[in-house]
Each structure stands twice: as structure tokens, then as C-alpha cells.
């Protein structure tokens, strides 16, 4: 079974920039969740999905960020105009409807790099 | 959610027992503690989840006292492979009410790093 995969995996991009992340969580998981890591810092909760219902969007730092899960499917991250400040890396994980806080399954992240 | 200490960073070396303590002074009566690993590049890896006494899987073995006020995450017989970051989680594992959401909760986690 293919984990939860991140496209792409290094994205470098100018200040003013528009970049979109992309999710695939793990197929049946209904629970999406979006995390960053600047550097040195520790790994911040972005938002949550449940389906294709935001659940949770309390991380999401401004409105310059924009995330989407279709059909409660694949989810999308964008970020436009992108800022100096949002560099880093971008985490997406799921986990299985009803389990909850037991087991969220990582992907391997998005190195995002704006100059 | 209740919050977590952990040691910043731990040394050892290849063979040796490795033992790394989370302190949740707060915990909850429905809070489970989880623990997380994360290598370089690579997302955090669900490593031992429990509630009290002791867990043990393949990898871990997770000690939680009666008062659940801390639980320590042991590794036996660490190798070069098994330094990494590793994260104390505490939350509830039931399913969220209307309204609500659990979500996985990161600290700054224990910087663990094996010597040969």
C-alpha cells in the first residue's frame, strides 16, 4: 500500500511567487492534516481536513495560504504571493476516520525555498 | 492538549540502552501518550503509543507510572540508524466531537544522536 506522498519534493521560487503543494494521503483516510517546519523551529499545525471539510484551520498563518481537498481526496496547499517567511518544510499526513490522534501516517514533506 | 517536556538533546552509543523521558504534568484522563521519529528529509514515523504500565513493540518499549505524569520511551541496544528526533505526544484518542479535532501535536523534541 503506497504511503502518503508529497509533490513536489523541493520547490525553489522567487518572493511574489505562486507555489502549489500537493497531498496524496493514504487511500481511505479521511483525516487530512497540513504541518510546516521553518527552520529551527519546531513542526506547526497548518489545518485539518476531515473528508473534504476543513475542520481545523487555526495554524494556517495568513490568508496569503489556501488549501483545498477535493472530493476528499487529494489535498492542495497554496501559497501566493509567496514571502521570504514562508520557507521551510511543508508536511502532510493522514489518518483512518475514527481513529483519530492514534496513528498519523507522514509524508516526506515539501521543501519549499523562497528567494 | 496537555504540554510536554522532553530533554533538547541525548548522546549514546551503538549498543546501548537508550532511554528518553517525557514529562505531562497536565495529562488527561482520556489522553494517550504517543511517540513519534523523525530522520533528516524524511516526516515523523509513529513509533509506540500507550496509556499505562508498559507497551512494547518491535521497535520500542514505552514505561508509564501510575500517576501517567511522564512515560519514557526506551530503545534497546541503539545502532547508528536510530539517531533521530523523537517526539512525546500527549492528546485524546477518541473521536472528535462536534466541533472539535485532534490533531498530532509536536514539540521541539529530543535530538538523539548515536556514536559508533
Known amino acids: 500500500e503506497a504511503g502518503v506522498t508529497q509533490f513536489p519534493s523541493h520547490s525553489v521560487i522567487e518572493k511574489g511567487q505562486t507555489v502549489t503543494l500537493r497531498c496524496d494521503p493514504i487511500?481511505?483516510?479521511?483525516?487530512l492534516y497540513w504541518y510546516r517546519r521553518v527552520m529551527g523551529k519546531e513542526i506547526k499545525f497548518l489545518l485539518h481536513?476531515?473528508?473534504?471539510?476543513?475542520?481545523?484551520e487555526s495554524g494556517m498563518p495568513n490568508n496569503r495560504f489556501l488549501a483545498e481537498r477535493t472530493g476528499g481526496t487529494y489535498s492542495t496547499l497554496k501559497v501566493q504571493p509567496a514571502e521570504l517567511e514562508d520557507s521551510g518544510v511543508y508536511f502532510c499526513a493522514s489518518s483512518q476516520d475514527g481513529v483519530g490522534y492514534t496513528e498519523a501516517f507522514f509524508g516526506q514533506g515539501t521543501r519549499l525555498t523562497v528567494v | 492538549l496537555a504540554k510536554t517536556t522532553q530533554p533538547i538533546s541525548m548522546d549514546s552509543y551503538e549498543g546501548q540502552e537508550v532511554n528518553i523521558t517525557c514529562s505531562h504534568n497536565?495529562?488527561?484522563?482520556?489522553?494517550?501518550i504517543t511517540w513519534y521519529q523523525q530522520f533528516p528529509s524524511q516526516g515523523p514515523r509513529f513509533i509506540i503509543q500507550g496509556y499505562k504500565t508498559k507497551v512494547t513493540n518491535e521497535v520500542a518499549s514505552l514505561f508509564i507510572p501510575a500517576d501517567r505524569k511522564s512515560s519514557t520511551l526506551s530503545l534497546p541496544r541503539v545502532s547508528l540508524s536510530d539517531t533521530a528526533v523523537y517526539y512525546c505526544?500527549?492528546?485524546?484518542?477518541?473521536?472528535?466531537?462536534?466541533?472539535?479535532?485532534?490533531?498530532?501535536?509536536f514539540g521541539r523534541g529530543t535530538s538523539l544522536i548515536v556514536h559508533p
Open positions: 497536565n495529562i488527561a484522563t482520556n489522553d494517550y
Open positions: 505526544l500527549v492528546g485524546d484518542r477518541e473521536r472528535p466531537k462536534s466541533g472539535g479535532s485532534y490533531i498530532p501535536t
Open positions: 487511500s481511505g483516510h479521511d483525516n
Open positions: 481536513f476531515v473528508k473534504e471539510s476543513k475542520q481545523d
